[in-house]
């Protein structure tokens, strides 16, 4: 099946820092990609609709301000937590759909930790 | 808008044993209907779904779920367990607009 790559897998910084997480769909174009957010022990909550060329469509009670989402081509979806704190602590995952066939696949998550 | 709720958020189970995780959804709309694993640490595999068609639909693994649409249940099924299937298990609906909306997960522990 298609093969979607998060990067960094896991990620260590300092409040007030920002992170980049990267997330590519590596054989297929994906027009939308989905960033999700998971707490421990929780379900996946969607955090916003990625689009290329577009602005990103955030969910409600998410800050587009912290969250930066940029969709800059069909393979390459970025997510930036901007002035991390702790409670931003979390498991990131992404998922990217298909063209024609709409199906979506996930990328295997990045663990982020703000000191 | 929709909503999944997984009535079960753990499951103990013994190997080789069958084992049946509950999902029940709400939608004011035909929706699709997924079934997620998740391994620890990692993203999420798609077990199966239901577009359309056969309300009884096979997935990899071993793994089944029936679509019943009176009782707005998709619940997920396996014969016979193994302690590799120990993992967190989530089902989802996908309406309009593409956006998957998921259960809470349900959390199978296969014991020898």
Redesign the interface.
Same mark, same amino acid.
């Given at each position: 099946g298609a093969v979607?790559s998060?990067h960094p @897998?896991w990620v260590i910084c300092k409040s007030g820092t920002s992170v980049k997480i990267e997330c590519r769909s590596l054989d297929f174009q994906a027009t939308?990609m989905?960033w999700y957010r998971q707490f421990p022990?929780? #379900? *996946? +909550? *969607?955090m916003a609709?990625s689009n290329e060329g577009s602005k990103a469509t955030y969910e409600q009670g998410v800050e587009k301000d912290k969250f930066l989402i940029n969709h800059a081509s069909l393979t390459l979806s970025t997510l930036t937590v901007t002035s991390a704190h702790p409670e931003d602590s979390s498991?990131y995952?992404c #998922?990217a +759909?298909t063209g024609g066939d709409?199906k *979506?696949f996930? /990328? @295997? /998550?990045t663990?982020l930790s703000v000191l | 808008a929709q909503s999944v709720t997984q009535l079960d958020s753990q499951v103990p189970v013994f190997e080789e044993a069958p084992v049946e995780l509950r999902c029940n959804y709400s939608s004011s709309v035909s929706v699709y209907l997924f079934w997620?694993v998740q391994y620890p640490? $990692?993203?999420? $595999?798609?077990l199966l779904k239901y577009l359309s068609g056969s309300t009884l639909v096979k997935g990899i693994n071993g793994f089944e779920a029936e679509f019943n649409k009176s009782q707005t249940s998709f619940h997920l099924r396996k014969p016979s367990v193994h302690i590799s299937d120990t993992a967190e298990y989530?089902c989802a609906v996908r309406a309009a607009?593409?956006?998957?909306?998921?259960?809470?997960?349900t959390?199978v522990l296969v014991k020898p």
């Open positions: 979607v998060q @897998s939308t989905f022990k929780q #379900s *996946l +909550m *969607l609709t498991f995952i #998922s +759909m709409e *979506l996930f /990328g @295997s /998550g663990q | 997620y640490n $990692q993203g999420l $595999q798609l989530f607009g593409n956006k998957l909306t998921f259960g809470g997960g959390r």
